[in-house]
């Protein structure tokens, strides 16, 4: 896929200087000429397999109905204000992967998937916001969206869905097939279809502080280190046998302020858990893999690329592949940071690599993560 303009007359460093994180931005023809690079058959198959997060909404008579895929069967197109959802099209389908790494501005660390949302005639999810920045790109058809920059988040109680109470829109577009709106987060919106459509919704990851702490203490709990056991040859006689002696709770808190993390830990962590895939990514390997040498000779030959679904990230020596990591050295790094940064490499930039690069390279062949270009 060609390189698309996206931004308008903006550049890159211009959007994330006057928009990123601040302020809406309508981008009229985006993508001149716009056709969508999923059609409804090929995403309604996506909807019904187990290993792609769907959902199915309805709105009848103002009753909000929500069901979780895999979505076997599917209202009549003739059915108004349904509404089709499919999370990470990215991962089971190149074109729509071309299409999010057109976003890669943004670091992969930050960009998440891309949805896909298909709806008749009146769909929508209802006035809503999201905690998280997104360009909404439309693909096929009309949607008319309103937004707000009301800071009354309430919701409506006892939805299936997080429906604002209170929301009045300050704005209003039409956006057409190549239109595309970017909302910052916490901006209320409501987009409703006119006639069918199809709209993508480019996410990114904004993981809270208190998920990342938790994951943070339990990656942490695999590496502190506090040799010896609770002793207490001093113990004195108390009256009072229920109560926590002092000296036991002083001792034992002068024993956990040991644990220390430094950057380097934080970046192991932070690495392995960016780049862990979700929970319903499955890898297959080839059904008949090659030998290490034929492996090799091929790879020369044809290059290597990264599998869809596969997340590679680095900082300094660490490097991170689906939530594993290894540290390597310069020479090493010379190799694995282009296959981060561009997910494919020719066979020539794989002449100067290790043997343990090429043995990295085999085993991720194996396991489905990379593929022969």
């Known amino acids: 896929m060609k390189k698309l303009p996206l931004l308008g007359d903006l550049t890159p460093a211009q959007f994330l200087r006057d928009y990123w994180h601040k302020k809406p931005l309508l981008i009229r023809q985006a993508i001149p ?17 187990n290993f792609v997060e769907s959902r199915l909404i309805t709105n ?47 670091p992969d660390a930050r960009l998440d998937d891309l949805m896909i949302s298909f709806a008749t005639d009146g769909g929508g999810v209802g006035p809503h916001f999201d905690s998280y920045d997104v360009f909404l790109l439309q693909a096929q058809g009309k949607r008319r969206w309103r937004i707000s920059a009301q800071k009354d988040l309430s919701l409506v109680e006892g939805m299936p869905l997080k429906i604002l109470q209170n929301f009045q829109a300050d704005e209003e577009y039409l956006l057409e097939p190549g239109d595309m709106l970017y909302l910052p987060p916490h901006y209320a919106h409501d987009g409703v279809a006119e006639g069918d459509c199809m709209t993508y919704s480019i996410g990114f990851r904004s993981p809270s502080y208190q998920e990342l702490g938790e994951a943070f203490l339990q990656f942490m709990a695999d590496s ?42 934080v970046t192991i962590f932070l690495g392995e858990y ?27 030959k044809r290059g290597v690329a990264l599998s869809l679904k596969t997340q590679m990230l680095y900082r300094g020596k660490h490097v991170f592949i689906n939530g594993e990591s ?6 090493d790094k010379a190799v694995l940071e282009p296959l981060a940064n561009q997910r494919v490499l020719e066979g020539a930039a794989l002449a100067g690599a290790s043997d343990d690069v090429v043995e990295a390279l085999y085993t991720w062949y194996q396991d489905g993560w990379l593929e022969l270009g």
């Open 274 to 300: 960016l780049s862990e895939p979700k929970h319903n990514v499955y890898f297959t390997g080839p059904a008949k893999p090659l030998t290490m040498g034929r492996f090799i000779d091929s790879m020369a």
């Open 224 to 265: 502190i280190d506090l040799p010896g056991r609770y002793a207490d040859p001093a113990l004195e006689l108390s009256n009072k046998p229920a109560e926590i002696p002092r000296h036991m709770l002083a001792t034992i808190a002068e024993e956990l302020n040991k644990v220390r993390f430094d950057e380097e830990d």
């Open 60 to 106: 009848l008579d103002g009753q909000w109905q929500m069901q979780h895929g895999p979505l076997a069967e599917l209202p009549p197109r003739t059915q108004a204000a349904w509404t089709m959802l499919v999370q990470g099209v990215n991962l089971v389908d190149a074109s729509a992967d071309a299409l999010l790494r057109q976003f890669r501005f943004i």
């Open 326 to 331: 290894f540290a390597v050295g310069r020479a």
């Open 33 to 49: 000429g716009m056709k969508p690079v999923v059609g409804f058959d090929a995403l309604a198959k996506m909807a019904s397999e």
